[in-house]
């Protein structure tokens, strides 16, 4: 369907939904969004502009405009869905702009340094998000298993987990991603931000193999930043000293949060940590 199916260049209002709307409508609402989402815009701007976007709801909503877009403008999204924003607090006077050498350390691309680190890596946590909601996951391998295929492009594979796929489904929708990389014992993070894609291109899935298997699919992310993070984090949780380590028994087993699920009884628990521990131990690929 084009355009002029919805309406013709001699036509310029049809009804929706029992409303007439005009043509031009969606092209106003996305002008006037630009506008109210600008920081600088002057109070009476913006006031003008606010009025404009709540005259042109009814038509929008008719549309079914905001059953197909989500909008990430949090007060623009509040508004459209008819909820108050939530306050925020003046951040610039809570918090002091970071030093001059932090902004510098923010990368677009790799350098040397961020490959010795990558090569040493074995852990890190995975964020993506759609208009469904956000998600995060971990991923983890031998040394290295986080390859660089060039200097703005790093790549992983995914194995098997859950099956929920959360991350690729997301990644169908909203390309953006986050990677927060963790090195035991060391007290530093690296963080990659960027856009990514599932691939199953063969050769790709090769050099990705592990534990003799190739994977189903393979993420590769293009890298828009890339930076170090101090590890102040880690050493308020203690993270890596030997005391921080729990007991297998200071929280319910996956066989007792099934049974509180009601998923299995009681008698069943012992049978389901044995097997949970059998598999998340060995059958990893």
């Keep these: 369907m ?15 939904a029992g409303l007439a709307i005009r043509k031009g409508t969606v092209a106003a609402f996305l002008a006037n969004a630009r506008a109210f989402a600008d920081p600088a815009l002057a109070d009476d701007a913006r006031a003008a502009v606010l009025a404009d976007i709540e005259a042109d709801l009814p038509a929008l909503r008719a ?9 990430r403008h949090a007060p623009l999204r509040a508004l459209v869905h008819g909820r108050p924003a939530a306050t925020q607090p003046d951040l610039d006077a809570l918090y002091a702009a970071p030093a001059e050498r932090i902004q510098k350390a923010v990368l677009e691309r790799l350098l040397p340094m961020h490959e010795d680190y990558l090569k040493a890596a074995t852990f890190f946590s995975f964020a993506s998000g759609r208009a469904q909601g956000l ?12 390859q660089v295929l060039d ?12 099956n929920r796929i959360e991350s690729m489904r997301n990644l169908a929708d909203d390309e953006r991603a986050a990677m927060l990389f963790l090195f035991p014992g060391l ?7 960027g856009r990514a894609r599932v691939s199953t291109e063969a050769a790709l899935l090769a050099r990705l193999a592990e534990g003799g298997k190739a994977p189903k699919a393979a993420i590769v992310v293009a890298i828009d930043e890339v930076l170090m993070h101090c590890g102040k984090a880690i050493n308020r949780a203690r993270l890596w000293r030997d005391e921080s380590r729990l007991a297998s028994d200071a929280l319910p087993s996956v066989g007792q949060m099934m049974a509180s699920m009601a998923m299995i009884g009681q008698a069943e ?12 131990r060995n059958d990893l690929y």
């Design 2 to 16: 084009r355009a002029h199916d919805i309406l013709p260049d001699d036509t310029n209002e049809a009804s929706f």
């Design 63 to 71: 549309l079914g405009l905001f059953e197909v877009l989500e909008i």
């Design 135 to 146: 998600d995060v996951s971990p991923r983890g391998g031998p040394p290295g298993f986080v």
């Design 151 to 162: 200097a703005h492009t790093v790549a992983f594979a995914d194995w098997p987990g859950n």
């Design 187 to 193: 007290e530093v993070f690296m963080r990659i931000n």
């Design 269 to 280: 628990i012992a049978q389901v940590n044995a097997h949970y521990e059998q598999a998340v």
